[in-house]
């Protein structure tokens, strides 16, 4: 099979990026559809436009339903084909820059992404995850191109929440960890193909990043301060993850992450990266890796506050029987487990479950860290 590497054509990080937006835009066209949720409106999505519109852009503003179902898509869709627009801007992060995409993919117009947390690597790949309306993975959507424009305003960036930035470094973090599992099992990236040696550097370089300069960034951003650590992270969180998972591909991590947002209750008050995090602690469970190894994978997410007990992340109350039911979409062989080097079943999913539960506890009784927490 053949290699293969996509990747967006412009990626543009800076501090105050909104204020030259229009000048990297520009070259899309001037008839845009601009997607965003209220939210994110009311940050900087309104200041965004306004900006846009004295640049004599011509504005049509959507605002996001919050979910990335086909419905939604149609919704939107409709209202770009009504207006002869030009691109679609995404305004935001997560499902609105899905959405976006799927929308400018729809129509063949420019697909045009305004990044507000680095809160995943979502924003520079070709695909979109498509949810059902009560918010359960139903398909990963590939494109034939990545965004046209990728932008990524640091200080809007800070001056989200801390929780955010750590989502997206456990985003992040996985990425490595399963290129690496889909390199032993000669499986294929997202695009269909084999990797390329530029793919799993990429992987590599995102790790090295996120142990090298992750609690600085995360201090940073307590503070709202845009600081050289916070700005590698935020390249870290989006551009290198993004092009280290669609390239290098995904494994055990993101498949347990999807089992687990099919589970009813509390677990939905969790981000993507912080299911993700507990997957990647499975996944290395189930790789039977080392305890030193493990150890500072743990570490490091523990000191960025991710929720990797089930306490935490709400997996105490859930019945076995709905563990069983998450762990058999995990194996799905429609789901990306098969990129493990080894088959799992979901029996040992299970077990790795409450594995991760057993063995973060115990670390932080080796180390005396509050059992309450994380």
Known sequence: MDKVFGSPSRYIQGKDLLVRAGQYIEPHGKKLLVLADEQVQEICGNELVNGLKEDDFEITNVTFNGECSFKEIERVASIGQENGVDAILGVGTGKALDTAK???AELDVSMLIFNTLASSDAPTSGLSVIYTEDGEVEKYQFYDKNPDLVMNDTRIIAQGP??????????ALATLVEARATSQANGDNMLDG????????????CEEILFQYGLQAYAANKEQRVTPALE?????NTLLSGLGFENGGIAGA???????????GDIHEMTHGEKVAYGIVAQMILENKPAKELDRYIGFM????LPITKKAIHLDQVSEEELKKAAELAVDPDD??????????ADEVVEALHAVDVYVNDYKKRYQLDQGTS
Not at 194 to 205: F, H, L, N, Q, V
Not at 256 to 263: S, V
Not at 336 to 345: A, D, G, I, K, L
């Open 102 to 104: 799927a929308v400018a």
């Open 162 to 171: 801390e929780r955010m930035l750590a989502s997206g470094m456990a985003d």
């Open 194 to 205: 084999k990797a390329t040696i530029a793919g799993y550097a990429i992987a590599e370089k």
């Open 232 to 236: 590698a992270v935020v390249e870290a």
């Open 254 to 264: 993101h498949a347990i992450h999807n089992g687990l947002a099919a589970i009813q």
């Open 302 to 305: 523990l000191q960025l506050d």
């Open 336 to 345: 990306t487990m098969s990129n493990m080097p080894f088959e799992v079943t």
